[in-house]
């Protein structure tokens, strides 16, 4: 077995389409309910980790990462929804500090991500916009402009996902150093195409159901368009990002 692997987490396989490809991959094994490719990439040894949506199917895949292999270090990549009038689509979100929803908003709590990973990653890309700042983590996802205004306005913190409070927190477990990147996908002016109702029991979007949300709600297409259209340009942008920064993390 490799040594010193880098963890690379991702929720959906899109968003690590491109890692995966440039991978030498050389082990596929399961994890609970997540999928794992095992392999190398720019000289590093790699695990790529699917945890599929949510920040309990994440946490407990990272939990079996941990258990089943040497990992050195944790990248969080990922899909974001804008929460402040600053961040534009395929930006990307450094995070410095993680909240969870649910904790008291008057005085939030955050969990600190690794200061020395993310001093390095700041300096890559000066081609992608980035911005470095709080991440918060919900249960489920954030589609309407007002709801989004409304926790920006109640957390300090540019985007929202869904897993990164669950990996980081067993990332402090183990005493593993942390980094969290996301792209914007959805700004905070962009109503979110809600696709919750079309995942399956491991996390990812089933695109037979997901084909038949579209169908039964036509409206729905232009904005469904424009939601892939920032998803291939987010996907490069992280694949651009853990390109420039696996040869800088060890």
Not at 217 to 236: N, Q, S
């Amino acid at each position: 077995m490799m040594n010193n692997m880098v963890c690379i987490v991702a929720a959906l396989k899109e968003e690590a389409a491109g890692i995966k490809g440039l991978m030498t991959v050389d082990g596929s094994p399961r994890l609970g309910s997540a999928r794992a490719f095992t392999g190398s990439w720019q000289g590093r040894a790699v695990l790529l980790l699917l945890s599929g949506m949510g920040k309990q199917r994440a946490r407990a895949a990272l939990s079996l990462a941990c258990e089943r292999f040497p990992l050195s270090a944790v990248v969080s990549i990922g899909y974001a929804g804008g929460l402040c009038p600053e961040l534009r689509e395929a930006d990307l979100v450094l995070a410095d500090k993680v909240f969870a929803s649910g904790g008291a908003p008057e005085n939030p709590q955050p969990l600190q991500t690794s200061a020395a990973l993310l001093e390095r990653a700041a300096a890559l890309c000066p081609n992608i916009p980035s911005h470095r700042g709080g991440l918060l983590t919900v249960d489920a996802a954030v589609c309407k402009p007002a709801e989004k205004r409304a926790l920006g306005n109640r957390y300090p913190v540019l985007a929202v996902d869904m897993e990164t409070a669950g990996l980081l927190s067993v990332a402090l477990e183990h005493r593993l150093p942390f980094l969290s990147v996301r792209c914007i996908t959805d700004t905070v002016d962009q109503e979110l195409v809600d696709f919750s109702s079309c995942v399956e029991a491991s996390g990812e979007v089933s695109k037979l159901k997901a084909g038949w949300h579209v169908l039964t709600h036509p409206g729905i297409l232009p904005k469904v368009h424009e939601l892939r259209d920032h998803c291939r340009k987010a996907t490069h942008h992280l694949t651009r990002f853990v390109a420039e920064f696996l040869p800088v993390s060890s």
